[in-house]
């Protein structure tokens, strides 16, 4: 007897209602928007790292020309220079220098005013970037 009613009862039920519907898709849009708006800041910042690692990249790559081939000129290392310890760099203006102490530091990269913290920055030494890695 019980049996026969639950099929009954199966029989009649169609589906949702609208309302159940409605409340089923204004949930997902929230969580949709909620989303969005999460990965827009997280697209921002691994931007940002990247720049930043491509720099540190850069005098990687300073340090092995520096200690390959112990050249070294008053100006530094530039993009010519380095060519064949880096490439697929999308910034083309930088250079790298090193001071008497054995301090990296690269000049005019669009990683510097994020590690250095100061927008005007047009100089980071390699500290500074890896301290903005380690950081983020």
Known sequence: MLKKLLKKYAKNEKGLTLIELLV??????????????????????TREKAKVTEAVQIVNAAKLAHSTEGKYSDTGWDQTDLAKYVSNVKDTSWSVTVDNNGVYSINNHDGVPLANTTASATSATEKQLTTYLDEK
């Open 24 to 45: 089923v898709i204004v949930i997902l849009g929230i969580i949709a928007a909620i989303a969005v708006v999460s990965i827009g800041g997280i697209i921002t910042n």
